[in-house]
């Protein structure tokens, strides 16, 4: 039993130190720009399969502004010589297949919950690493600030899309008991 409480406490011990793991600068502009790509391409996607004219609006403002922040980002990554070539969307990152598959309306229900889910997550992320003292670049911390305003703007129009209601079809529901 004192075996099982030294390995609990061992482990708890290396889980609290690696919480403490400086993230470094490179990663943190990495992951930002994937996600920013990543953005752009549910837009895009959004833009043309979309049933709903205020989504394609909405896609649209995303994939200009998203775009900006991508250009922004670059600039930034160039200046402190991190090469973002290497970042990619991986494949399994979006179900592309049975997206194809979706009708327009339930592509735009899809969507909205998506594009709140994707701005919900890249604040907090903003939030983290502003907030992370063991990442000391206020140049970076600084951007992120200014971004903050913007991104929640996006969350509130995502959470504001109107979106068509689904047909009920009942006729294939079957009730377990």
Do not use: C
Request: aromatic residues 6%; glycine residues 4%; negative net charge.
């Amino acid at each position: 039993m004192k075996k099982m409480g030294l390995l609990g406490s061992l482990i708890l011990g290396i889980t609290f130190l690696f919480s403490f793991v400086q993230e470094d600068i490179a990663s943190v502009v990495k992951k930002v720009h994937h996600d920013n790509m990543k953005e752009i391409m549910l837009a895009t996607m959004a833009k043309e399969k979309a049933s709903s004219e205020e989504i394609r609006n909405y896609a649209i403002m995303l994939i200009l502004d998203h775009t900006t922040m991508g250009d922004e980002l670059a600039t930034f990554a160039a200046d402190q010589n991190i090469d973002l070539s290497g970042v990619r969307i991986e494949d399994s990152v979006l179900p592309l297949d049975s997206l194809q598959n979706l009708t327009p309306v339930q592509f735009d229900s899809w969507f909205k919950a998506k594009a709140i889910e994707t701005h919900e997550a890249t604040i907090g992320y903003f939030q983290s690493v502003i907030a992370n003292m063991a990442i000391d670049n206020a140049e970076i911390k600084t951007w992120m600030e200014s971004k903050l305003p913007g991104l929640k703007s996006y969350l509130s129009a995502a959470q504001g899309l109107s979106i068509a209601e689904l047909p009920t079809d009942t006729t294939n529901v079957i009730i377990r008991q």
